[in-house]
């Protein structure tokens, strides 16, 4: 007994300065922002958040529904694999980047809109509808239109539930065939590095109200840790250059920040 009660008390001895810690540096990384961070560690089977109202209030997932996106696009076959081509019909965009020809992998690592705006399309209303209300992602509502619902319109999910989506695609616990869950799994993959995984995928969009979000949402995982995590932020739309903003490229660095504070191994 008295084995279990000093356990007990160690760990909660070590949860309070991880949560200040965590705090402290999310005040320095994200100053100026609304900012949420929400991280379940796997190892220790605990959830820290900081600034949890902000972690329960929805807005649009942005460009991070491009996972769910994957993976309706693989399940109802409009997708074959990973290396699946659309080819650009040469509209003008808004990014370099995107002004070539894609394949589902590249589509996630530019996070390239006109893509997976083709995919939702052949996904069809009906079936990209059935499968937000089997998985239960976020407010499941498609009314903002098939090609626009995730992009600063109807569709809305708290970082507290992408976590919890997360948690579920990482567990092989979404209604999905699991071989298609893999493929996203490998699409999501940005940096190995000495055995320690990262992975994930940016958002950026407007959240109402004249504010702009930015989100990072994602994974790190060695053979002994595995963080589940959620980071975003928003503020005032003043139009700040990509990266320098509320964005997901600038989330993607509070994110690394955050993790860098906790043992990867």
Request: aromatic share 10%.
């Amino acid at each position: 007994m008295w084995m279990r009660t000093a356990l007990f008390l160690a760990l909660a001895a070590t949860a309070e300065p991880r949560q200040a810690v965590l705090e402290r540096r999310v005040g320095e990384l994200a100053a100026g922002y609304d900012a949420c961070f929400v991280l379940y560690d796997a190892h220790e089977d605990r959830t820290l958040r900081v600034n949890a109202p902000e972690c329960r209030r929805a807005l649009s997932p942005c460009s991070t529904f491009k996972i769910f996106n994957s993976l309706a696009g693989l399940q109802s076959g409009v997708l074959k694999d990973e290396h699946t081509l659309f080819a650009w019909d040469h509209t003008p965009q808004p990014l370099p980047t995107w002004e070539k020809d894609h394949t589902l992998a590249t589509a996630v690592r530019d996070s390239v809109v006109w893509y997976f705006q083709r995919v939702a399309a052949g996904v069809g209303e009906k079936a990209m509808q059935g499968y937000l209300d089997a998985a239960g992602y976020g407010n499941r509502d498609i009314s903002g239109g098939l090609t626009r619902f995730w992009l600063g319109s109807s569709l809305k999910i708290s970082p507290d539930e992408q976590v919890a989506f997360l948690r579920r695609l990482y567990r092989n616990d979404l209604p999905f065939d699991r071989s298609n869950i893999e493929i996203v799994k490998r699409v999501l993959v940005q940096e190995e590095t000495d055995g320690v995984v990262f992975s994930g995928k940016t958002g950026s969009c407007d959240a109402g109200g004249g504010q702009r979000a930015g989100w990072f949402v994602g994974r790190q995982a060695s053979p002994t840790r595995e963080y589940i995590f959620a980071t975003r932020i928003v503020a005032a739309d003043r139009g700040a250059p990509r990266g320098e903003g509320p964005d997901g490229l600038h989330a993607r660095e509070i994110s690394r920040g955050l993790l860098s504070t906790l043992p990867a191994r």
